[in-house]
T-cell receptor, first 114, second 112 residues
Framework: GAVVSQHPSRVICKSGTSVKIECRSL??????MFWYRQFPKQSLMLMAT?????????EQGVEKDKFLINHASLTLSTLTVTSAHPEDSSFYIC??????????FGDGTRLSIL | GENVEQHPSTLSVQEGDSAVIKCTYS??????FPWYKQELGKGPQLIID?????GEKKDQRIAVTLNKTAKHFSLHITETQPEDSAVYFC???????????FGKGTRLSVIA
């Protein structure tokens, strides 16, 4: 079946560091990529939607200068958390959708900012 | 906009029993309803989905039913096994190139 690969799976870094998370659709073209944040024991919180070649659309309350999203190709999207602080620590999950494919998720990135 | 309600929030069943999770949606334009299973520390995995032109769909031990008139859909897991323990999310797609709207999830525990 369709697979979305997300890397890295775990990041631990110091406050002030910028962190880049990659999301690749391995066997389908993801015309739309979604980035989510998930707090413990909660549902998925949509951060932004990006269509290939276009600027991302951010949900209310999500700082676009803090969370930079690039979706330059049909198989790759990246999320960069700039100047990360402890409050940015969370589980980030990407998801891709395209063509007749249902929406598939990566396995998430656990970000811990010290 | 679309709103998806999911119940129950937690569910415990004995191994071998059936589990049912129910969701309601508000937007009659929604036409696609997937179910995801999320294991600890992993991303959600699509387990079954149904489109609005179908009333029921089955895949081995799991089935989904859809009642468009009442705007509700349900996930049924039969002969539950410990490995079915996870958090299950329902979702609805309002249409077009819009994001899925998720329920708050159901934590299913299958007790051996």
């Amino acid at each position: 079946g369709a697979v979305v690969s997300q890397h890295p799976s775990r990041v631990i870094c110091k406050s002030g560091t910028s962190v880049k998370i990659e999301c690749r659709s391995l066997d389908f073209q993801a015309t739309t990529m979604f980035w989510y944040r998930q707090f413990p024991k909660q549902s998925l919180m949509l951060m932004a939607t990006s269509n290939e070649g276009s600027k991302a659309t951010y949900e209310q309350g999500v700082e676009k200068d803090k969370f930079l999203i690039n979706h330059a190709s049909l198989t790759l999207s990246t999320l960069t958390v700039t100047s990360a602080h402890p409050e940015d620590s969370s589980f980030y999950i990407c998801s891709g959708r395209g063509g007749d494919q249902p929406q598939h998720f990566g396995d998430g990135t656990r970000l811990s900012i010290l | 906009g679309e709103n998806v309600e999911q119940h129950p929030s937690t569910l415990s069943v004995q191994e071998g029993d059936s589990a049912v999770i129910k969701c309601t949606y508000s937007d009659s334009a929604s036409n696609y309803f997937p179910w995801y299973k999320q294991e600890l520390g992993k991303g959600p995995q699509l387990i079954i989905d149904i489109r609005s032109n179908v009333g029921e769909k089955k895949d081995q031990r799991i089935a989904v039913t859809l009642n468009k008139t009442a705007k509700h859909f349900s996930l049924h897991i039969t002969e539950t096994q410990p490995e079915d323990s996870a958090v299950y999310f329902c979702a609805a797609l309002p249409g077009g190139n819009t994001p899925l709207v998720f329920g708050k999830g159901t934590r299913l525990s299958v007790i051996a």
